[in-house]
């Protein structure tokens, strides 16, 4: 495979270097002066280029190898002018920080950090490498003469059917369910007839890529009866890395998320506490170890001290991996293609899915048969090739894609159909996903991050009228995601979804990684074990992630075999020892390192980087040489605990996009002008310093892109004036804004008010915190704030009453905690009538809170169930998890002591912790529930008719509890010595 270049990048190469060619920089600031006819040379030549590149890239793939050679000649050129061009495009930058009086702040040997900075210098020395860029731009436009390539359009961008409105369609995962429906009850017998077997029971799976392995395992996995049968299930990806610490650690974790706490000194310890005694299955997915069986024989002789009828379930296309783990060649489950039908049903599913199937085209529907059958029974080709003819709308393009198909290959198997689906999308498209071979398989991919690097190297497009490269590239990814390239998405990609998680992240299946690499050859590569020669490095890379001990140690061996040509390098864990080679990198886009060194970086070195992630990174300062990266994107810092201070200059990084600095704790300030960044989309953590060498809160009124997490800190530093001129109101891509004063026992300013009030956000937020405000009483604005989702306020010492939230309607969840003189959820007369009090809340944590004596007003609520209607009374209709802690005078569950507290419920409350309340004397009294009302099956008395999980700790006041035990379903973890 890796024989044939990466034809791939080809394409889009030289369309950058096109773009690059036509910057307004490199004529506004004259870096090409006394250069101009070399310029429009290029500016001509290149898109002679690339009109044939798609024709040759169709030779190539027809085994041409003058076509192979001439595409590779192509692709160095390109990598060469692209280097040279940016140098053009920093010289720009260069001279637009100079006229704005960088150089007097920077207070350092200018020609040591700008070593060309003489413009004759300059462009003798860039005269030079232009020149041999079009020397060799002319033999290549003389050789694809004599090859005679003719010009082809790339093909069309397809359609974002996302966007459209689609009726329901045919989910996979039902298809999957009854396709799979005789192999799961055949694995489930074979794991239930083991109950009374004492030694552990091996049962792989068997196939090859794509077939489905991994989906049965699921099924099965997920049936009610495993679910009953089996004390503990465990699910772990084991992919081509068979680590038996590693894996032992894995598995670990996984106990730990369902509630084991095993003992030890090692992983493999932990791991027989954690699965002794128990009736336990594992799963163990993708599995490769087939010549290593000493791992297997270690791991397993922990595994065999679980109870009797614990199995072990593997995934693994190998059967020599089946055999080594069972000690059998007999015995595994070998799993067969899907049927025609179903493989039908995905293709449907995929191709018409924007349609109802009235509306399906019956000549298209007709061409399904032919496109199953090159699916050879994959289900997971067939959805590949579905998702690509979803853009296909005519029998000539269904016959074009089948035609091409044979074209691509001439092994019938699943690659070819992935790859036809791979060579269908745009050029660019194919470079994005071709770069992500660069991630190990199974490797969970931060997509916001992925798209930061995609736009570092250049692999976004820059589209007229596109303001910006990020909405580009989530259009790329959604595309690509709906096309099957990346499964396991996480999150509704780009939009707030979860108030606990905001990053959407991904996956990519065996096979599709496969194509990447394929299409990459050795331009891409990972490291995740301990390479035993240095040569052995991948010294082509061009992209390049380490996720190994002293990463730093291969790096600097790998200087001997030439110069670096990396783009992209990811360093997974702590360098220890400085990394002499980073200077060097001089070609590089994108770093990600985290260093101990303070002097971890030569600035003038690295003048292309467009991105820089430090984060976890144990440095004081950075550099103020830092500044001089005008290309720069994208810089995190976050999590640098010891972090002091940002470079003074760096409002002259004005390519700056994304600034990452929470949970930097000893940063007291930001530096100066920081208004200057009008390119700023994302600034996590903002402090507002006291001195006057610092920017003020009021600078981020210009920062009019800014969106996501907005962290504001030392906010007694911030004037009432300063809080408006911020202008948060009209920043409506924020979805989270943190407010935090300095906390300790200061007595109260009373400017904290208006500057809160000042602080106002976009009615559409949807997470707010506050923490340490000095105030009596909260925002006029907090109740307006109507796609409020979370709530927190917390060690708001003077605090006495909230607003009237409780009619906020989307409010999920809601943290009150370190509020000693908060009393009184609302007035009374502030309810009306029989209108529901938080109606979507899931979660409620009041903690530390010394004055509050009662939950709020409980509003009656009439609920038609089962042709009867039942009246009850709750402040928190949808509560599921409620947690109260450290509440000394918390007595009443109803604010209205007329209330009959028998009729107070929590429908919907599965979980319920209270602790150190020692005025509690009483748990809600029972009150009688009739099926279905509260989801109970017979009648019982109960206010807590949905709980499963009760924790009672320190209640020493508490005397009885009236329940009908025996008619809740769930398991009581009682904590409480005086409980009677």
């Known amino acids: 495979m890796a024989e044939v270049l990466a034809t791939v990048v080809v394409g889009p190469l030289v369309s950058m270097v096109k773009e690059k060619a036509s910057s307004y920089l490199l004529d506004q600031y004259q870096v090409m002066e006394g250069l101009e006819k070399q ?215 996984e106990a730990a998320k369902n509630g084991c706490h095993p003992n030890g000194s090692s992983a493999l310890d932990k791991l027989q506490s954690a699965v002794n005694g128990k009736r336990y299955l594992l799963v163990l997915d993708d599995v490769w170890n087939h010549d290593e069986a000493y791992k297997w024989e270690k791991l397993k002789s922990y595994l065999q001290h679980g109870g009797s009828g614990s199995s072990v379930l593997i995934t693994t296309r190998n059967q020599a991996v089946a055999q080594l783990m069972m000690g059998t060649a007999k015995g595994a489950y070998e799993l067969g293609r899907l049927g025609k039908k179903f493989i039908e049903e995905i293709i449907k599913s995929k191709a018409f899915s924007s349609k109802q199937e009235k509306d399906w085209p019956r000549e298209l529907v007709n061409m399904v048969g032919d496109v199953a059958n090159r699916c050879v029974g994959s289900p997971l080709a067939a959805t590949a090739l579905g998702s690509v003819l979803r853009t296909k709308t005519t029998v000539r393009e269904w016959k074009d894609v089948l035609r091409r198909k044979k074209i691509c290959d001439d092994r019938n198997g699943i690659l070819p159909v992935l790859k036809l689906s791979y060579n269908c999308l745009p050029s660019h498209m194919r470079q994005c996903f ?14 916001e991050i992925l798209i930061q690097l995609w736009m570092a190297n250049g692999f976004i497009p820059e589209q007229q009228g596109e303001e910006h490269p990020e909405i580009s590239g ?22 707030f979804n979860d108030t606990e998680v905001s990053r959407v992240t991904c996956k990519i299946h065996d096979l599709m990684h496969d194509v990447a690499l394929d299409s990459m050859g050795k331009e891409c590569a990972a490291i995740t074990t301990k390479q035993s020669k240095s040569e052995d490095l991948p010294h082509l890379a061009r992209h390049l992630l380490l996720s190994v001990y002293e990463p730093e140690t291969l790096l600097n061996t790998s200087l001997e075999k030439g110069a670096p040509i ?127 060498g610092c920017s003020k809160v009021g600078e981020l009124g210009r920062l009019n892109n800014l969106g996501g997490q907005l962290e504001l800190r030392q906010l007694e530093n911030v004037r009432e004036a300063d809080a408006y001129a911020a202008n948060l109101r009209n920043k409506e891509k924020v979805t989270r804004l943190t407010l935090t004063w300095t906390g300790g026992d200061k007595e109260a300013q009373n400017s904290d008010k208006e500057v809160l009030e000042g602080l106002k956000p976009h009615d559409g937020l949807k997470v707010l915190r506050i923490y340490s405000y000095s105030g009596d009483t909260c925002p006029t604005w907090m109740n307006k704030l109507q796609d409020i989702v979370e709530l927190e306020l917390s060690d708001c010492k003077k605090l006495e009453k909230l607003p009237a939230i409780w009619q906020l309607p989307a409010l999920k969840v809601l943290r009150l905690c ?29 903690k530390e809170c010394k004055s509050l004596v009662s939950l709020p007003m409980a509003p009656l609520i009439i609920e038609s169930s089962g042709g009867c209607d039942t009246a009850w009374c709750s402040a928190f209709p949808a509560l599921r998890e409620m947690e109260l802690d450290d509440l000394e005078m918390f007595q009443r569950w109803e604010a209205n002591e007329a209330t009959v507290e028998e009729n107070v419920i929590f429908p919907r409350l599965e979980k319920l912790s209270i602790s150190d309340c020692e005025s509690l004397a009483t748990l809600p009294k029972a009150s009688v529930i009739k099926p279905p009302f509260g989801g109970v099956e017979t009648e019982c008395r109960s206010a807590f008719p949905a709980l499963k999980e009760l924790i009672l700790v320190d209640l020493t006041t508490l005397e009885k509890w009236e329940a009908d035990l025996l008619g809740w379903q769930y398991a009581i973890r009682r904590r409480l010595a005086c409980l009677k």
């Open 39 to 253: 310029h429009e040379v290029l500016k001509r030549k290149l898109p002679a280029i690339l009109d044939v590149i798609a024709n040759a890239e169709e030779q190539a793939a027809a085994k041409r190898e003058g076509a192979k050679a001439w595409l590779e000649g192509v692709r160095n050129m390109a990598y060469q002018a692209n280097d040279v061009l940016d140098e053009f495009k920093y010289e720009a930058l260069r001279r637009k920080a100079k006229k704005e009086g960088h150089y007097k702040e920077l207070g350092m040997d200018v020609i040591k950090l700008f070593p060309s900075h003489n413009r004759v210098v300059f462009r003798y020395k860039m005269g030079n490498k232009l020149r041999m860029i079009l020397q060799e731009l002319d033999v290549l436009i003389a050789e694809m003469n004599a090859f005679r390539f003719e010009f082809r359009p790339d093909p069309p961008v397809p359609i974002n059917y996302l966007r459209q409105d689609s009726p329901a369609i045919v989910d996979p995962i039902n298809i999957a369910r009854e396709s799979r429906a005789e192999d799961k009850q055949k694995v489930v017998k074979a794991l239930l007839d083991q109950v009374g077997n004492a030694n552990l029971t091996i049962f792989p799976i068997v196939a090859m890529g794509g077939m489905g392995k991994t989906t049965l395992a699921q099924l099965v996995y997920n049936a009610p009866e495993i679910q009953e049968h089996f004390q503990l299930r465990l699910w772990v990806c084991v992919s081509d890395n068979f680590d038996v610490d590693s894996l032992a650690k894995s598995i670990v974790e």
């Open 434 to 447: 071709a770069f992500c071979a660069m991630f190990p398989k199974d490797y969970e991919i931060d997509v």
């Open 474 to 495: 989530k259009n790329i990814f959604i595309e690509l995601a709906s096309r099957s390239f990346f499964q396991d998405v996480k999150g509704v990609p780009f939009e």
């Open 566 to 692: 990396l783009q992209t390098l990811i360093c997974e864990g702590n360098l220890d020892q400085d990394l002499q080679c980073l200077s060097k990198y001089r070609c590089a886009r994108a770093l990600r390192i985290q260093t101990l060194a303070a002097s971890f970086t030569n600035a003038r070195c690295l003048h292309h980087l467009r991105y820089l992630d430090l984060s976890r990174s144990n440095i004081e300062s950075l550099p103020e040489d830092i500044s001089i990266l005008y290309h720069l994107q994208t810089l995190n810092l976050s999590y640098c605990r010891s972090l002091k201070r940002l470079p003074k200059g760096m409002k002259y990084m004005t390519a700056l996009r994304h600034l990452y600095t929470h949970e930097c704790w000893q940063l007291k300030s930001m530096p100066a002008d920081l208004r200057c960044l009008t390119s700023l989309q994302t600034l996590t953590c903002f402090v507002a310093g006291a001195s006057s």
């Open 818 to 846: 370190g509020l000693p003189n908060f009393e009184t959820w609302w007035d009374t007369r502030e309810v009306p009538g029989q209108k529901p009090a938080f109606p979507l809340l899931e979660k409620l944590s009041v």
